[in-house]
């Protein structure tokens, strides 16, 4: 009669997010061979029986970044008098998974001493819970604790700069795993820091009065008369400035805030 049908396991089911290690999802190639009996050959095939390959040992190795479907693996072993088993074969979906993950940092590259921005990490595949701010190597500031946000590919936190002039992010290589439990690898990449000058001097503004036609500078107006008034600043201001941070005393009202240079 025929030999009972082998059975097959991964030899490491890696996992972040399955303390059973049934996910079927793997950063090894070896699939562990089990039930041959002592003088029986075995053979295994990957094309769900299409083409057969004689095993040696107990085991075989899985193509490199690959996917499997339930019933592709299959094994089958033949006793000395010839007779072959039935199959044995993956009862689940299988992934071989060697791409080490990798991610990107995004955010501004200048702050105000004390301020603070949205950086936002963007992953190549889904860290699960292995990646914190832990993580992350940091000079000129410090994360706002608890900020740490998102799921799946993009995650973001809140930096606090320093009061230095300098401050930098960096995620090293080999800090946290993909679901396959590859270590990611971001040691030469551009992307996986960020470099931010820290600006400590306060803007000031200087004021100057021109005539209607805004082509001569004044220094008095009549009653009724109407000037343009000029608002030069040492850094942009963005939207934080407007008319009504202007305090006019004597009378005078000031209208149509317009701006001419970034």
């Known amino acids: ?12 089911d890696s996992y972040y997010d399955d303390a059973t290690n049934t996910d079927g999802i793997t950063n090894s190639k070896a699939v562990t ?4 009996a002592t003088g029986n050959t075995w053979e295994y095939s990957t094309d769900s029986g299409v083409t057969w390959t004689t095993g040696t040992g107990t085991s075989f190795n899985l193509a490199a970044d690959t996917t ?36 990107a940092l995004s955010g501004a590259d200048l702050m105000a001493s004390g301020g603070s921005q949205t ?17 992350t190597t940091i000079s000129g500031g410090t994360w706002l ?19 230095g002039t300098a ?30 000058t820290i600006n400590n001097n306060a803007p000031k503004i200087a004021l100057g009065l021109y005539d209607s036609t805004n082509t001569t500078a004044i220094t008095q107006l009549l009653d009724g008369q109407t000037a343009v008034v000029h608002f030069d600043f040492t850094q942009a201001p963005g939207t934080s400035f407007s008319l009504a941070d202007v305090t006019i005393t004597g009378g005078g009202v000031l209208t149509g805030l317009v701006q001419v240079d970034s």
């Open 1 to 12: 009669s025929a030999p009972a049908a082998p059975s097959l396991v991964l030899a490491t």
């Open 33 to 36: 061979v089990v039930g041959i």
């Open 68 to 103: 499997y479907v339930d019933g592709q693996v299959q094994v089958r072993q033949t006793d000395a008098a010839g007779n072959t088993s039935t199959v044995g074969f993956n009862g689940t979906a299988w992934t071989e998974d060697q791409t080490k993950p990798t991610v």
């Open 119 to 135: 950086i936002t990490f963007t992953f190549s595949e889904d860290p699960g819970t292995t990646f914190d701010l832990s993580d």
């Open 145 to 163: 604790a608890g900020s740490l946000a998102g799921s799946g590919l993009t995650r973001t936190a809140t930096f606090v700069a320093g009061t």
């Open 167 to 196: 401050a930098s992010i960096k995620v090293a290589s080999g800090v946290f795993t993909d679901i396959a439990g590859n270590a990611n690898a971001d040691g030469t990449d551009g992307d996986n820091a960020l470099a931010i």
